[in-house]
């Protein structure tokens, strides 16, 4: 059964653990699509050259710095996700526009997972 398989119950529970993140920082959103996960990132009147975006263990950290522009207030924003095993960190794409940064992150076959 489709909804019972491991690699559901993972999204299941990173998204939950992605939600479950302190709410302190940048809102986002977290979902998936075919064999993508995606996380937005509200990031507006951010330079996109001002982004740092970092993985470790299995944590992924994005760090934006804003610089007053007169109409916004300057200041940092830090938000830290919990990835789940079965997404490949190292193909992870990101883009910034419109002030809002999207990540791409491509889930793990379940034979690539298996060593097979």
Do not use: W
């Not at 491991?6 to 939600?19: E, I, N």
């Not at 996380?39 to 992924?60: F, K, N, R, Y």
């Not at 830090?78 to 794409?93: F, G, K, M, Q, T």
């Amino acid at each position: 059964m489709l909804l019972s398989s491991p690699t559901v119950r993972d999204l299941s529970r990173l998204t939950a653990r992605v939600f479950a993140a302190r709410e302190s920082g940048a809102r986002l959103d977290a979902y998936r699509r075919d064999h993508d996960f995606f996380i937005d990132i509200d990031l507006p009147g951010t330079d996109p050259v001002a982004i740092d975006i970092t993985v470790d263990s299995e944590v992924l950290t994005v760090r934006a710095e804003r610089k007053s522009d007169g109409t916004a207030a300057a200041g940092g924003n830090s938000r830290e996700i919990p990835l789940a095993a079965l997404l490949d960190v190292d193909r992870l794409e990101a883009r910034c526009a419109n002030g809002v940064l999207t990540l791409l992150i491509p889930v793990v076959a379940q034979r690539e997972l298996a060593g097979v």
